[in-house]
């Protein structure tokens, strides 16, 4: 699927968003895609670096982060938060898709996600910072390759795995990111795994 498919597929769609809550922390997701011809697209994850009390610590991700009081909407911390991550300027963004409701340990959720698609006509540099152990672009057939998908573990039984995942390389992307990734991949109109 090529860009200018992804981007006409993308144009039109009205996300479902969650209501503002003063309980709930936002933050917002940058899902980056670059095509260079005659490969596919292939889409950006981070590797989130080891954090003491950082409960997706060492996880896949999307670059994003928390909104501050600074950023004049979501979008803009999406781009902020990817130039600090990995050091990448964003133009406008293409796409908003499904707010996602993210839970800690307890249970309770206490983050709300905005992701943003952004296209890129070729491949950046990357400078990762503090935050991310490292980069990946991952091709979008990768992602659906039914031989990729895994039952992950994750912590002791009563945290309600085994979950669905991909696995790329060395990577295993699972929880919010496998949330906000299916729902990307089921609105070009392909037949991702199912959702976690």
């Known amino acids: 699927m090529e ?98 409701e993210g839970a800690r340990a307890s249970g309770r959720h206490q983050l709300v996600v905005s992701p943003f698609v952004y296209t890129l006509e070729k491949r950046p540099d990357l400078f990762p910072n503090r935050e991310v152990n490292s980069t990946v672009w991952v091709p979008l057939p990768s992602l659906l390759d039914p031989g990729s998908r895994r039952a992950y573990e994750f912590g002791p039984p009563e945290a309600g795995g085994p979950f669905a995942s991909i696995l790329y390389d060395r990577y295993t992307i699972w929880g919010l990111t496998y949330r906000i990734l299916w729902n990307f991949l089921e609105l070009l109109g392909a037949d991702p795994p199912g959702p976690a």
């Open 3 to 100: 860009l200018e498919r992804i981007r006409n597929r993308l144009m039109d769609y009205r996300p479902s968003l969650a209501e503002a809550d003063r309980g709930r922390s936002r933050a917002a997701v940058a899902l980056v895609l670059y095509e260079l011809a005659p490969e596919p697209p292939a889409l950006l994850f981070i590797e989130r670096a080891q954090h003491e009390g950082d409960p997706w610590s060492g996880q896949m991700a999307f670059p994003g982060g928390r909104w501050e009081p600074q950023d004049q909407d979501l979008a803009t911390t999406a781009t902020r938060e990817t130039q600090e991550e990995v050091g990448l300027s964003l133009g406008p963004a293409v796409a908003r898709l499904d707010d996602f």
